[in-house]
């Protein structure tokens, strides 16, 4: 199993898989007669709801529309689904991986329920605790392909509506393409118009191809060491020098992270929106707030120059990233991150630690390694203006 990483100042990954369903009969809807409103939280920029698997629960899951598949942990995977064979995930990197699979017999959100969901078994120990909330599985797009799924970040909530068409007199809507399970729409990205996945399982802003001419403001730097299920690898990340155009909405500039996969546009961004997918009429809508106008600019990406990452007793630096202060202290790979500023960091989830980022000029560490316990100062930084 890899790890989930804590980053300073970088946000961290989930999953971004695109694979195929497992085959077999897909899952459906159930019981959505009318419209469905569930609350959901939003934290570290990915959207969590909670649901019943077989009458038990609640759990709490991740809605993933990056991801074609579902996953639960042992604890949901024991409510007697039967256990049928093994699937191979693939993620937006290429990478693949194994994991045991079951069906789940019935998957209540609300009033709404989803019969015979395929799923992969996983455990979300690390990033139950990084979030600071248990989380039991991942919900794929495909289980919501006969109903309309509309996350609505700003407002905290989920809708399912099994009769509804998007209403394109309403909002700007734009044709997706759902044939391999997730979402794919056409934008702009330096005046190009490219297809790019919406990716509610990234909480990341914009993922770009290295071959995509975008052109950065800077040349891309080290980022943090990210995990997916199929192994860890290090950013490279930097800020266009032109806007992101999704139909009528504009993201001036915005922070990327250059990658060998197709373009996605995640929770950094999507969570100014209410995101609206209609799978049966291959349509998406996104939505700002009445009151929100004008175009959306990432905030600067702030860092101390480390990543972390967190098992259930501590956090351990994965990495010191270089040309940043950091790179030049006596910190090593493996050390345990015991307090910040004084504080013990351990039930600490990643929205506090981001948030201070955001506030701080400078914070202090104390780390514990072979070196012994030593608190070190470290600036706070942009790590990409």
Do not use: K
């Amino acid at each position: 199993m890899t790890r989930r990483v804590l980053v300073a100042g970088i946000l961290f990954a989930l999953c971004g898989l695109l694979t195929s369903c497992p085959a077999g009969r897909p899952p459906g809807a159930l019981g959505v007669l009318q419209q469905v409103t569930v609350p959901a939280r939003v934290l570290g920029n990915l959207f969590l709801i909670e649901a019943r698997v077989d009458g038990r629960g609640p759990f709490q899951f991740l809605i993933d529309t990056g991801s074609s598949i579902s996953l639960v942990s042992e604890r949901v995977a024991r409510s007697g689904a039967p256990r049928d064979g093994s699937l191979t995930i693939r993620n937006a990197r290429g990478e693949t991986t194994t994991l045991p699979r079951v069906t789940l017999p019935r998957t209540a959100i609300g009033d709404a329920s989803f019969a015979d969901v395929p799923a992969g078994v996983h455990e979300f120990g690390e990033i139950s605790a990084q979030l600071g909330v248990p989380v039991d599985g991942v919900l794929g797009l495909p289980v919501f392909r006969d109903v309309l799924l509309t996350l609505d970040y700003p407002a905290g909530r989920l809708v399912l509506d099994a009769s509804a068409v998007i209403d394109a007199n309403a909002q700007p809507t734009l044709r997706a393409f759902y044939g391999a399970g997730v979402p794919l729409t056409m934008v702009r990205v330096a005046g190009r118009e490219t297809a790019a996945l919406l990716d509610s399982g990234s909480d990341g802003s914009l993922a770009i191809n290295a071959a995509s001419g975008a052109e950065l403001a800077a040349p891309p730097r080290a980022g943090a060491v990210r995990a997916t299920l199929a192994g860890d690898y290090q950013q490279r990340v930097g800020r266009l020098t032109s806007d992101l155009e999704i139909g009528t909405h504009a993201v001036r500039e915005p922070i990327v992270e250059v990658t060998e996969g197709i373009p996605s546009i995640g929770g950094e961004i999507l969570r100014n929106f209410r995101v609206t997918f209609d799978q049966r009429h291959e349509l998406v809508a996104l939505q700002r707030a009445a009151a929100a106008t004008g175009p959306l600019r990432p905030a600067s990406q702030r860092s101390v120059g480390l990543s972390f990452f967190r098992d259930q007793a501590a956090w351990r630096v994965a990495t010191v990233i270089a040309d940043t202060p950091a790179a030049g202290l006596p910190i090593h790979p493996g050390d345990v991150c015991v307090s910040i500023n004084g504080e013990p960091v351990a039930g600490w989830p990643i929205d506090r630690f981001n948030g201070l980022l955001r506030a701080a000029d400078h914070i202090t560490v104390s780390l514990a390694g072979p070196q012994g316990e030593r608190e070190i100062v470290l600036p706070v930084i942009d790590l990409v203006p």
